[in-house]
């Protein structure tokens, strides 16, 4: 789908859809729960769906209810029988965190893989899967899993993917036997582990953790709340939180909660660190622009923020360095290219580090015709550089936007178009 995005400033009033950072793991801890939950969940995204129609292969019956509003989740029951067919696409979250469940399970599986998914590392999760009863085959873009996970001790580096951590801090509980799980070295996106650990008390599974190191006790049962919410997702509040911060009359971002332990929270307080008027509210905030200035960025906590915050450096007085990004070479793009392709294309200045960006600000973007390179935070990244362009935005790939936030182009139009 190609779209053709008109220049100038952006201002008004948007609701952000559900986090599906959150949604996964309110999903699976359902799905390998007690009871039957209903899942309150604004916006049913590719990446969500993967999830449900995974467990659903699993022997979970997951229904969308009230227009997509929310999900019915009745848990599995027995052990599946037979060999279950995954359909995780492009979802790095649904792929790594129900590999590990499908072996406290003793799921024979197959994994089925689409875009830049089978080209992502596993390593060294698949070894520590290996080592404590699965096994593991690679066909192309076909994951196969069998044997059953063995409760035991765990030990993983923290700085390669917190979903490692997060999927291990799933299955575990559902295991017989107790088990321990090591985290060694830097963390990175340590709030995502977070958010795991949140998700693990609500649904009243026990585990204690002493600085890095987990001690998880098996045989459990989930048991969530009847009823519960999934929070507005700070991932994607991001395109519209950095639309205002380049508005002079500013947006008004609501659906979230400035209290939530999502990492890409950080997007606020880094938009203030490059001079954003940013107002908090009930429920969200009131970004505006103000004298926008270059800073350096760590990207190791929050890779998914660089597109989006690298258009804002190219609207910034001054120079913004990115530094720690080799991760978002492994993305849905190679993220450090397309983001630096994108802003060179609009009109920008970008350099390509082997780990990073060099980023030199200017008062406006020329516009141009862009990809999306089958990225829907380079798509959405490309809206956001609309709103400081003084030419059209021609981009193809738009349809990248359903990964995450499929009525991401539906709320950009509802917002009102200012001067260039």
């Known amino acids: 789908m190609n779209v053709s995005i008109k220049p100038g400033e952006r201002h008004g009033r948007v609701k952000i859809p559900a986090s599906k950072s959150q ?23 590719a990446d969500i769906r993967s999830t449900a129609q995974c467990l659903n292969a699993l022997g979970a019956e997951i229904v969308p209810i009230w227009d997509d509003l929310a999900l019915l989740v009745r848990p599995i029951g027995k052990a599946p029988q037979g060999l279950c067919h995954l359909p995780c696409g492009e979802s790095g979250s649904t792929l790594r965190f129900l590999l590990p469940v499908c072996g406290a399970l003793g799921a024979d599986a197959v994994f089925h893989m689409e875009g830049r998914l089978p080209q992502r590392p596993l390593s060294p999760l698949d070894a520590q899967l290996r080592k404590h009863g699965m096994e593991l085959r690679r066909e192309g873009e076909l994951l196969h899993c069998s044997g059953k996970l063995e409760a035991g001790d765990y030990e993983l580096p923290g700085n390669v993917s917190s979903q490692y951590i997060s999927g291990l801090l799933l299955a575990l509980p559902l295991v017989e036997g107790d088990s321990s799980l090591k985290v060694t070295g830097s963390i990175e996106s340590a709030a995502y582990i977070t958010m795991t650990e949140d998700a693990l008390r609500l649904s009243s599974l026990a585990f204690t953790k002493e600085n890095s190191s987990y001690s998880i006790p098996g045989s459990q049962r989930s048991r969530l709340p009847r009823t519960l919410q999934v929070e507005g997702d700070f991932s994607n509040a991001a395109f519209f939180l950095c639309m205002g911060a380049l508005s002079p009359e500013g947006i008004e971002v609501t659906g979230l909660d400035p209290a939530s332990h999502q990492g890409d929270r950080a997007v606020v307080d880094i938009l203030r660190s490059f001079g954003a008027e940013i107002e908090e509210l009930k429920g969200g905030y009131f970004v505006r622009r103000s004298r926008l200035r270059g800073l350096t960025i760590d990207a190791k906590p929050i890779p998914d923020l660089i597109p989006v915050l690298s258009v804002v450096a190219a609207l910034a007085e001054g120079e913004t360095r990115i530094v720690n990004a080799g991760r978002l070479r492994l993305k849905e793009s190679d993220r450090l290219s397309s983001t630096a392709a994108l802003i060179r294309t609009l009109g920008g200045e970008a350099e390509e580090l082997e780990e990073g960006l060099v980023i030199r600000g200017m008062a406006r973007l020329s516009g141009g015709s862009v990809d999306s390179w089958g990225d829907h935070r380079i798509a959405m990244a490309a809206a956001t550089a609309a709103c400081g362009c003084t030419g059209t ?9 359903n990964k995450s936030y499929p009525r991401f182009w539906d709320d950009f139009n509802d917002l009102q178009e200012g001067s260039i």
């Open 23 to 45: 949604a996964h793991r309110l999903l699976i801890c359902a799905a390998l729960g007690e009871t039957e939950t209903l899942i309150e969940c604004d916006g049913l995204s």
């Open 393 to 401: 935005v021609e981009l193809s790939g738009a349809q990248a936007v």
